[in-house]
């Protein structure tokens, strides 16, 4: 690795503040390593809604998209990342039974060759060597998070093949593809426990009443970046996302210095790799490094 070509890591996200919750420690430790780090922001969030009641107010709901820019744009700065939006139209989270068809022209709606047009760009423009993702099942079933599955592993197989996209740039392969692990069963108990223990009220109980361990995905995990350093670094860009974090909320129920403890570390599973990394590992550029600096 030389100063004119640093490693690269391409962060695909739904919305704007997806980004600070899922995998932002592990970004600002990459930063500070001296990795690029691009976050791609498939939707502008514009239908999200406003989840701090001390912000929940007509003036704030007239400019929300714009208001989510600004957020954005201060998170950026926080973490030290560059960040891109490509432009399709938040899809809205589905509720009732039967749920309403998802609104027309939203990103869930637009046919994947189409929709990873813009993320095959952004990747042949800036060379990632690492890119991460959600799971096929988006990591919550947000259909704007499985699109972003999606597009994200149509455009991984497409960037570095010349007869795809050919209008969109120079073929790049990415060298691995992750899938964000965050949310796993183990993590949350163990929180729940260390909270417990500490003789404070637990934020988790009801999540963890409900949730079926039949769907818990930590069996997939292969790779455990420790990054507890910058769990702070991940809150302050959460609290840039003001309108969409209640600082009184759960987010921030478990004290860093427990989670720190508990849990140092961010997860992911390595879903695609062309180059040799056995697992487990604890680097999302294990194999890499050496590859790139002998090309
Ligand atoms: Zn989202």
């Not at 183990?186 to 999540?207: D, M, N, Q, V």
């Not at 989670?259 to 790799?273: G, K, V």
Request: hydrophobic share 40%; with cysteine; aromatic share 8%.
């Amino acid at each position: 690795m030389t100063e004119a070509d640093p490693l690269r890591l391409l962060a695909v996200h739904a919305h704007p503040d997806d980004e600070s919750s899922k995998g932002a420690a592990t970004m600002a430790k990459y930063v500070a390593e001296g990795v690029r780090v691009m976050v791609a922001t498939c939707t502008g969030g514009e239908r999200g809604s406003v989840l701090n009641p001390a912000l929940d107010r007509p003036d704030v709901w007239e400019r929300l998209p714009e208001i989510r820019r600004e957020e954005m744009a201060r998170a950026r700065e926080v973490l030290g990342v560059e960040q891109e939006f490509l432009g399709f139209v938040d899809s809205g989270l589905p509720e009732g039974d039967p749920l309403p068809p998802l609104p027309e022209g939203c990103f869930a709606l637009v046919p994947t060759e189409e929709a990873a047009a813009p993320l095959v760009e952004l990747i042949r423009r800036f060379k990632p060597h690492v890119i991460t993702t959600y799971d096929e099942r988006g990591g919550y079933p947000h259909p704007d998070h499985i699109k972003t599955h999606e597009v994200s592993v149509h455009a991984f197989d497409a960037a570095g093949d010349p007869d795809r996209y050919p209008e969109l740039g120079e073929p790049w392969q990415p060298l691995k593809l992750y899938y964000q692990m965050g949310f796993t069963l183990p993590r949350t108990r163990a929180l729940h426990e260390a909270i417990l223990a500490s003789g404070k009220e637990s934020p988790y109980a009801e999540w963890l009443e409900n949730w079926d361990p039949e769907r818990d995905m930590s069996h997939r995990v292969t790779t455990k970046v420790p990054c507890a350093e910058y769990f702070a670094v991940r809150d302050a860009a959460l609290i840039a996302h003001a309108t969409q974090i209640d600082p009184n909320g759960r987010w921030f129920a478990c004290p860093l210095e427990v989670q720190q403890r508990i849990w140092p570390t961010e997860d992911y599973e390595l879903a695609r790799s062309v180059v040799d990394s056995p697992v487990p590992e604890d680097d999302l550029f294990a194999g890499v490094r050496s590859e790139v600096v002998v090309r």
